[in-house]
Nanobody, 121 residues
């Protein structure tokens, strides 16, 4: 499964960005995407990736504590895309954001390329 992330960029503190992550269109990829937990992680320089939010194939969302209601994750299994709407961004949200699709029972774990989010004060 190839995941293509987009939507990163530069924004002033308090602003908003929407990240998107789409999978390729072949039937195997779209099937795996549809039955995966998909999510967004972020990574600071020299640090491990940390979960931002993820969402199950039943649309049950889970958020890291630091999100504090500012971000919303959603998925569209018709478009094979997961979104992360980020509002009220803070400079400390500056990081490289990665999308992920995993299914622990099936044993797969796919990562997209990172997209840089920069929030200026």
């Amino acid at each position: 499964v190839q995941l293509q992330a987009s939507g990163g960029g530069w924004v002033q503190a308090g602003g908003s960005l929407r990240l998107s992550c789409a999978t390729s269109g072949n039937s195997e990829s779209t099937f795996r995407f549809s039955i995966s937990v998909v999510g967004w992680y972020r990574q600071f320089p020299g640090k491990q990736r940390e979960l931002v939010a993820d969402i199950t194939n039943f649309n049950r969302a889970n958020y890291a504590d630091f999100v504090e209601g500012r971000f919303t994750i959603s998925r569209d299994n018709v478009k094979n895309t997961v979104y992360l709407q980020m509002n009220s961004l803070k400079p400390e949200d500056t990081a490289v954001y990665y999308c992920n699709a995993r299914n622990n029972m099936a044993g797969w774990d796919y990562w997209g390329q990172g997209t840089l989010v920069t929030v200026s004060s």
